[in-house]
């Protein structure tokens, strides 16, 4: 038997079934990638919009969520990463065409 105190929290034990089957139409199912998210002030203002949640309670989701994680992922996790067209985090790539070819190609 686990000790729930110690056990990191999931979606289900801080969001409703509803909330959760609207987040995972969005492709977001676990807590990491929920708190990537709300690194974000669109990304807190989308999920209180899609998920019905005031600023408070989406604060009390992600205190619950980051508080099971080691503090290292969750500090990750929280520093908003610089996104390109439609928000895709595109690798560097150096054995392919270069960004003018990929820009174009869009």
């Keep these: 038997m686990t000790d729930d105190s110690t056990r990191p929290a999931t979606l289900a034990d801080v969001l409703s079934a509803h909330q959760i089957t609207l987040l995972k139409e969005q492709w977001i199912e676990t807590p990491e990638q929920f708190l990537s998210v709300v690194a974000t002030q669109e990304g807190r203002a ?14 009390d989701c992600v205190k619950r ?40 190609s869009a």
């Design 46 to 59: 989308g999920l209180c919009v899609l998920l019905a949640l005031d600023e408070e309670r989406l604060q």
């Design 65 to 104: 969520l980051s508080d099971g994680l080691p503090s290292d992922v969750v500090e990750r996790l929280q520093s908003p990463q610089p996104g390109g067209q439609l928000g895709v985090i595109w690798p560097k790539r150096t054995d392919g065409p270069n960004d003018a070819e990929q820009e174009g």
